[in-house]
């Protein structure tokens, strides 16, 4: 899995608050939320987003409320992926469920700025500063999470492997 793409760079405890302002939790409509995504922290950051663009944020991103709203905000607006120095667990854990995927690099973060362009091999565990040709190196995701973002999420996973048990055991009779 390899995302690539221009950064948007913030600084540290961005809260899921920021991340989607407490007004628009009445939906849950992704397309809706994108809309809102990091309005109060960067009013052009929607406009200025491109699909497949990377987040690189300091600090405890994610802090907060354990609202999913948040990373569903963030995918939905078009970033392929977020890189951190670190993340709230449960944000963590949220952008995991929704198949966003993260990464933990203090020196990637440390590295790259805004505008930089950005390539992350998630099973590899490298990220690449194209813009400064410089790479670093992250722990790559284990392979069931890399599976759990193929599928999409959570969810698309287990269905898919609900599908495959259905169908094994059919063939098993």
Known sequence: MIFKGKAHKYYDNIDTDVIIPARYLNTSDPAELAKHCLEDLDKEFVNKVKKGD???????FGCGSSREHAPIAIKACGVSCVIAKSFARIFYRNAINIGLPIVECEEAVDGIEAGDEVEVDLVKGIIKNLTKNKEFKAKPFPEFMQNIMKAGGLIEFVKGELK???WDSCNSW
């Not at 990377?54 to 405890?60: E, K, M, P, S, T």
């Open 164 to 166: 495959k048990d259905a």
């Open 54 to 60: 990377i987040l690189v944020a300091g600090r405890n």
